[in-house]
């Protein structure tokens, strides 16, 4: 079983920063894919960025540039720096983790959410 915890996260002004982390434990073999998703009120889940075990990144356009997404593989655990943050990234954010347990069994896993809320 793999669990995920979520740290950071909160309010903020409009132009502002947060860093959201998010770290993997449990029976973990290999971590594949890392992924930010987010919820807004009333809209679907979107994925935010994503970061490959071999450091490839991919970004929503609407974060490009802005966001950046990191991975500490010895620590299994994925960040997100949010700089120049806007109202519109208000939205419950969600970490995903795919990869092999250590009877190299596939997973994925969902981190609870934490809220992000952007004031103008």
């Known amino acids: 079983q793999v669990q995920l915890v979520l740290s950071g996260g909160g309010l903020v002004q409009a132009g502002g920063s947060l860093t959201l982390s998010c770290e993997a434990s449990?029976?973990?073999?290999?971590?594949?894919?890392m992924t930010w998703y987010r919820q807004a009120p009333g809209k679907r889940r979107e994925l935010v960025a994503s970061i490959t075990s071999g450091g490839n990144r991919n970004y929503a356009d609407s974060v490009q540039g802005r966001f950046t997404i990191s991975r500490d593989n010895a620590k299994n655990t994925v960040n997100l720096q949010m700089n120049s943050l806007k109202p519109e990234d208000t939205a419950v954010y969600y970490c995903?983790?795919?990869?092999?347990?250590?009877?190299?069994?596939?997973?994925?896993?969902w981190g609870m959410g934490t809220q992000v809320t952007v004031s103008s």
């Open positions: 449990g029976s973990i073999f290999s971590i594949n894919v």
């Open positions: 995903n983790v795919q990869g092999q347990t250590s009877s190299l069994r596939e997973f994925t896993s």
